[in-house]
Structure formats: C-alpha cells, structure tokens
C-alpha cells in the first residue's frame, strides 16, 4: 500500500500551518513545501471541507489550523485524502469476498489484524507529536 502524493502534500501543508501558528498564505506554503500552489489550493479546500484547516479572507488573509495540533492525527488527514485505508476490498465495510468467505477466511483474519494495527498507529500519531518529534 501506497500513500498518494496528495496525502503527502496534506500532511505536509497541516504541519507546517502547525508550526506557523498564524495566516498563512497559499503561496507561502506552497514556496516552503515545494507544492504547486494551484494544486495547493485545491487540497486546502479539501483540507476546509472536513474541518482541519480555516480560511481567511481579506487582505491578510489565509489559512489556519481549524484545532489544535494535538487534535489532529495522521488518521483525520489520511482519511480526507484518501479514497480508502482498507488494504484490501475484504476489508471494506460491506465486506466482499469473491468466495462469500469473509466470515471463515485465515488471509482475511491477519490482513485485518494489519489493518487494525496500521489504524490505531496512524490515530495515535498526532500533528503535535510530530512537532515534538515525539513519534
């Protein structure tokens, strides 16, 4: 499994606005962390929609975090950008199986057991603690 860039951008764009602490512009960010700033934007929007980040218009206007670094995990951000975290289809909520054995599959049992594990370690993974560097 791999994370898509958009991922890596939101991450990245979280955390620097953790380190900002104040407005900052779309074209700061982008200069700093090394994405393009139309692309940004349209991530921000994202990032908006489910309530990480605030914007603020005006002439000094820009963006914030919508809560406090220690409030935010891995898991909110990967969530938002991602289409799923399930590592596989058997995983998903309505459970599909091609062999209708979700209920007795061994392959099914540790790819959950991964998957529980690689949740809990993104949840437990906040903006803070990489700001600490405490992960």
Known sequence: ???KITTDYA???VLYLATKNEVT????ISQAMGIPQKYLIKLLGELRKHNLV????GVKGG???SKQPQDISLLDIVTVTETTVKM????EPDGYCSRNSTDTCNVRKYYLSIQNYLEKSLASVTIQ???DEKV
């Not at 512009?25 to 700061?28: F, G, I, L, Q, Y």
């Not at 605030?54 to 218009?57: E, G, I, K, L, Y």
């Not at 596989?88 to 995983?91: A, F, P, Q, S, T």
């Open 63 to 65: 963006y914030t975090l």
């Open 129 to 131: 603690a990489l700001l």
């Open 1 to 3: 499994m791999q994370f």
């Open 88 to 91: 596989n289809r058997c995983l």
């Open 11 to 13: 991450i990245r764009t």
């Open 54 to 57: 605030s914007v603020h218009m």
């Open 25 to 28: 512009t779309s074209a700061e």
